[in-house]
């Protein structure tokens, strides 16, 4: 139980265009899920957290026009990177909430490598 | 803000031996979460083992096990009888317990190397 998938798994966009990262929940369902960031040899660094049927909040220094969040059902969460450019590139993690023996608990997708050409 | 510390950039250890990974950090709340994610080279993120902060016995799950000091900010890792699969980078986390409030906070993390 508690699988995350991820889609696509592995993008390479030109300069400029836009992709978007869907994060699913395929055996629960999940009203918060969390996207993270993380560079080559760096840790994970939360962008935005997004909860169904509202509007996703965002950490401090991440630009909400640029990373696009919509959070349609309990069971998705999308990540749409607008306008790409080569600092883009990393690797977008996602993770959904759930209960497990009475505490919440994330459990991580595995990840979308997104290359910016 | 929370703050997560993992001064142990690289390890590795012999197969079977029993290996030791350091975590401190600094929040000023009284009740909160600590974990240990696992990532191999596959880049999953799997959760090892989690600790409740109010909670004084400190968890093991099979190999695993940690030492959770709460007065020195203090969270190890403990692998007994490393095995080859353990190689991957170890992420200490924190979390506030506060529902609603769900926010992960990761150290930099260590990269373990299991020798055969």
């Known amino acids: 139980g508690a699988v995350v998938s991820q889609h696509p798994s592995w993008v390479i966009c030109k300069s400029g265009t836009s992709v978007k990262i869907e994060c699913r929940s395929l055996d629960f369902q999940a009203t918060t899920m969390f996207w993270y960031r993380q560079f080559p040899k760096q840790s994970l660094m939360l962008m935005a957290t997004?909860?169904?049927?509202?509007?996703?909040?965002?950490e401090q220094g991440v630009e909400k026009d640029k990373f696009l969040i919509n959070h349609a059902s309990l069971t998705l969460s999308t990540l749409t990177v607008t306008s790409a450019h080569p600092e883009d590139s990393s690797f977008y993690i996602c993770?959904?909430?759930?209960?497990?023996?009475?505490?919440?608990?994330?459990?991580f997708g595995p990840g979308t490598r997104l290359t910016v050409t | 803000a929370q703050t997560v510390t993992q001064s142990q950039p690289e390890m590795s250890v012999q197969e079977a031996e029993t290996v030791t990974l350091s975590c401190t950090y600094d929040t000023s709340e009284s009740n909160y979460y600590l974990f240990w994610y696992k990532q191999p080279p596959s880049r999953q993120m799997i959760l090892v083992i989690r600790q409740e902060a109010y909670k004084q016995q400190n968890a093991t799950e099979n190999r695993f096990s940690v030492n959770f000091q709460k007065a020195a900010k203090s969270f190890s890792l403990k692998i007994s009888d490393s095995q080859l699969g353990d190689t991957a980078m170890y992420f200490c986390?924190?979390?506030?317990?506060?529902?609603?409030?769900?926010?992960?906070?990761f150290g930099t993390g260590t990269r373990l190397t299991i020798i055969p």
């Open positions: 993770s959904a909430r759930t209960r497990d023996r009475g505490l919440y608990e994330q459990y």
């Open positions: 997004s909860n169904e049927g509202s509007k996703a909040t965002y």
């Open positions: 986390a924190f979390r506030e317990s506060n529902f609603g409030n769900e926010k992960l906070t």
